[in-house]
């Protein structure tokens, strides 16, 4: 709250600012480190487990409980749409606990919106479904949905802030990608926790109630993650912050995002297209052969699933690699070599699918998700790096959550169109390769901020 782009008044504020810079370059308690990434990396790992638990019902659930229809194409579509719906609200969550997060701390927020998204989840696992109550059962879902979007629009930033704001030591890649770490778990617990269920119980028995098991857990999850999370401080960049004299309080943004749109408009726009290129890849590799595969190829839905599992066991292994990398190299260079592997392979990964080769099948997405590490690992210091203190949740948040909806939010209806109008899945190939082209574009035209302390960022 103290560095703001246009006009920093106060040599004050510039002090409190540049004695931050160093009390975080002396080193902040690594302890307090620890409990910072543990508690971020726990909270959005949860996040991301009842996101993709929605999903993975999404693909396998929905269309027969929630949208029965003749046309089986018609109900996939459907729950497809509600899938999107969490997607296009995220903006809004991100803009919300944005505002609040740059206003009044980072920590706060990131409890609310962990209670927000785990609670939308867990209470899927309780609706009555189409037969038993009409047209209200997929409103409510759709309801559920919209909120689930909203805590997470607001929890991707906060969490990366928390991490990459406490780092003193030159690690905010490494640190920063432990929360990107996040996604690839959270797929692994969804998908294996589907397919532990799936596995325990006949098919009539899952369709009946043990597609629910999943989404309850989360009422544990939750629990688990409120408890980590208090036991955190705020995030020491922003505490500096808050300390500077009440005659310079007049250096505060009071509308962060207005604030952003005013003074980041090129920092907001290369932060979007550095994403979706990425979000796009992550869906077209780990998720959409959950129904490409048994749509289209008639695979065996549970060869899909478990090549979906092991996808996020390889980039879970692969993320901290290159966030370690970028801190060496820096973060362009990682992200723009991610984003030219993923063109090349992106064909090679349909034609490997297409080859019924059950080896090829499992081993295809983990191989993607590995080059998608390139370019998601740096993404959790890249974006935030790009914006000040003062607007930074909200930069980052409503930089990150845009992405997301044109990325990973239309990605499966984009995709499922394009099969059907093709037959092929290179024509999606296609559409991901185009989208990596505009992350090479974004991240080359950005600035290398990797040696930047956080305090001095997005000046």
């Not at 005659?247 to 995002?257: D, G, W």
Request: proline share 4%; net charge neutral; aromatic share 10%.
């Amino acid at each position: 709250m103290t560095d703001i782009k246009q006009g920093d008044p106060g040599g004050g504020v510039v002090a409190a600012a540049n004695s931050a810079s160093k009390n975080i370059a002396n080193g902040t308690d690594q302890r307090s480190v620890k409990r910072v990434v543990l508690a971020s990396f726990v909270g959005t790992t949860l996040e991301y487990y009842d996101f993709f638990v929605y999903g993975t019902a999404a693909s396998i659930v929905f269309p027969v409980l929630f949208f029965p229809a003749g046309d089986a194409t018609a109900g996939l579509l459907l729950a497809l749409a509600t899938y999107a719906v969490g997607y296009v609200v995220r903006p809004l969550g991100a803009a919300l606990f944005g505002h609040f997060g740059d206003r009044i701390g980072r920590k706060n927020v990131l409890i609310a919106t962990l209670l927000i998204m785990g609670l939308a989840s867990a209470l899927v696992g309780v609706l009555p479904v189409y037969g038993s109550v009409g047209l209200l059962a997929p409103i409510m879902l759709v309801i559920l949905r919209f909120v689930q979007g909203l805590g997470i629009g607001g929890e991707w930033g906060g969490a990366a802030l928390m991490v990459t704001e406490s780092d003193g030591k030159g690690r905010r890649g490494l640190l920063g990608s432990l929360v990107q770490v996040a996604a690839p778990v959270g797929l692994l617990l969804a998908t294996g926790i589907f397919s532990l269920t799936s596995a325990l119980t006949t098919d009539e028995q899952f369709m009946a109630w043990g597609w629910r098991i999943p989404f309850l857990i989360s009422f544990a999850l939750v629990a688990i993650g409120f408890y980590i999370r208090m036991k955190v401080g705020e995030s020491p960049v922003f505490a500096a912050a808050e300390e500077k004299e009440k005659e310079q309080r007049e250096a505060e943004v009071r509308a962060p995002l207005i604030h952003v749109f005013k003074h980041y408009k090129k920092e907001l726009a290369l932060a979007v297209g550095a994403r979706i290129g990425s979000d796009i890849a992550f869906y077209i590799f780990a998720m959409f052969i959950l129904v490409y595969g048994p749509e289209h190829l008639g695979m065996d839905p549970s060869l899909a699933l478990a090549a979906s599992t092991l996808s996020a066991v390889a980039q879970s292994i692969a993320i901290p690699c290159f966030g370690h990398l970028c801190d060496k190299l820096g973060r362009r260079p990682v992200m723009i070599g991610g984003a030219l592997a993923g063109i090349a392979y992106s064909f090679a990964f349909f034609a490997m699918i297409d080859s019924g080769s059950t080896f090829l099948v499992l081993i295809a997405p983990g191989i993607g998700l590995a080059v998608v590490a390139a370019m998601y690992a740096p993404i959790a210091s890249f974006i935030p790096e790009l914006f000040a203190t003062n607007v930074r949740f909200t930069g980052a948040a409503v930089g990150f959550q845009m992405a997301g909806v044109f990325g990973g939010g239309f990605a499966p209806l984009i995709a499922m169109e394009l099969i059907v109008l093709t037959q092929t899945g290179f024509s999606v190939a296609g559409y991901l390769s185009a989208t990596l082209v505009l992350m090479v574009v974004c991240v080359a035209l950005a600035k290398e901020t990797s040696k930047i302390s956080m305090t001095n960022a997005g000046k």
